[in-house]
């Protein structure tokens, strides 16, 4: 026991005197800029992290996930997966992180990719999210190495391209190639950035669909010799008023979603158009007497996993046959757009329990279990690589992702740093 304590102390101090290393990284990490769209220096980074990876005796490799959405010869969707095989078979923890960036946007007073440090924090776009936990996992992972270098099992880490646009030529590539399967990972720790005493189990369901109603043209001064296809889909929007969306609100979940405002199902009317499409800038002309034959709205729903989709579908289906039913001429086309099912990881589960444990011991407090709002490359590990066993846990200030002057705390990286070393240590060397 003595000497688990003592291997557990050399762990910590390890990553304490790996500071400054972890600070460098992290600026190097923000100095690429691999701002997605369109995906700019995806190589760049990925050929810097297997410099760092074949250092430490990973077998590493490049796959660009050719042909995915967004892959071309100017912009190749780039991922880089490092694996790392211990001195005996058992079961291996792999850490993924995105490599892409959102746009600067406008606002900053700090350079996006210089990586300022000031005041404990380092500056730049994805500095929170999310180069800083992947420069923290990476800290976590040498650290063990140099600690516990009889390990079995086996770890990985990966660089995935394409996240904030979806992720296809990132984690959902590579799961589509057998990188992530319960043959070859059993636990997954996604470094998003989530604050550090939080564990994030999964993510709402999403479900997009388009609603066409149809009409039929005809001379706006006479509108009764067409049928105006907008005011059959503002009959859907009304009715989505009546009677959906107070429907919605009363749909509560057991799932630890945040923020609290998202603990239950939501649609967001992404568009709607109807008629003549809106005039070019430089015609200065009116539009043409018409009565509008076609109106198009695009639905954003995110579900519960106390729903299936299903239901979702159902609920719409279910509003659109009531108005053929009311009202005279009303037609609708339904397309089914996207759909991604909810997931958790269960609490009990040993990626959890492992890094309950590690955030106990560093931060001395209960961690607290969320539920992400959106959804993140979970969706493709959990659905593609049948692999439940995954969670998000990560530094940084979930709300400044994506902001102006978005920064991450270095004390958080570390902190955040020990706990991943801690539960992989936990998953990997449960005995020594
Ligand atoms: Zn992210």
Redesign the pocket.
């Known amino acids: 026991m003595d000497a688990r304590i003592d291997s557990q102390t050399a762990l910590l101090a390890r990553i304490d005197a790996a500071r400054d290393d972890l600070v460098a990284l992290t600026r190097d990490l923000i100095a690429f800029p691999t701002l997605n769209p369109p995906g700019e220096a995806y190589l760049d980074i990925c050929e810097y992290l297997e410099r760092r990876f074949s250092g430490r005796g990973f077998a590493v490799e490049k796959v660009r996930a050719k042909d995915a959405p967004g892959d071309s010869d100017r912009y190749p969707r780039w991922n880089v997966i490092a694996r790392r095989e211990g001195n005996a078979p058992g079961q291996c923890v792999h850490f993924n992180s995105?490599i892409d960036v959102v746009e600067v946007g406008r606002g900053w007073t700090k350079d996006p990719f210089g990586g300022a440090v000031e005041d404990g924090k380092i500056y730049g776009r994805g500095s929170c999210?999310?180069k800083g936990g992947l420069a923290a996992s990476i800290i976590a992972v040498e650290a063990f190495l140099d600690t516990h270098p009889d390990f079995a099992g086996a770890i990985e880490i990966s660089g995935t391209a394409d996240?904030?646009t979806g992720g296809y030529g990132g984690v959902a590539y590579l799961a589509e190639h057998g990188y992530f399967s319960p043959e070859r990972v059993q636990h997954v720790i996604i470094p998003?950035?989530l604050n550090k005493d939080r564990i994030c189990l999964g993510h709402r369901g999403v479900w997009w669909a388009e609603i066409e109603t149809h009409g039929r043209i005809a001379h706006g001064s006479m509108p009764f010799l067409g049928d105006c296809a907008v005011r059959h889909m503002g009959a859907v929007v009304a009715e989505m008023e009546r009677s959906l969306f107070p429907a919605l609100a009363n749909k509560r979940t057991d799932m630890p979603v945040v923020p609290e405002g998202a603990r239950q199902s939501t649609m967001n009317i992404n568009s709607l158009h109807g008629g003549q499409t809106e005039r070019p800038k430089d015609y200065t002309g009116f539009p043409a007497a018409v009565v509008p034959d076609s109106a198009r709205m695009i639905i954003d729903r995110r579900y519960l996993i106390e729903e299936s989709a299903d239901e979702v579908r159902g609920e719409i289906v279910a509003i659109l046959e009531k108005l053929k039913v009311e009202r005279e001429k009303f037609t609708y086309d339904l397309r089914e757009l996207w759909q991604v099912s909810p997931t958790m990881t269960a609490k009990d589960s040993p990626v959890v329990t492992a890094t309950a444990r590690a955030i106990e011991t560093v931060l001395k407090k209960q961690p607290d279990y969320v539920v992400s709002p959106g959804t993140?490359d979970q969706k493709h590990i959990d659905r593609i690589g049948r692999m439940h066993n995954c969670i998000a846990y990560g530094p940084g200030i979930l709300d400044l992702?994506h902001q102006p002057d978005e920064y991450v705390g270095i004390n958080d990286m570390i902190d955040s740093a020990k706990v991943m070393a801690l539960s992989l240590r936990d998953l990997l060397s449960p005995a020594d």
């Open positions: 995105h999210d999310m996240e904030e998003e950035p993140y992702a």
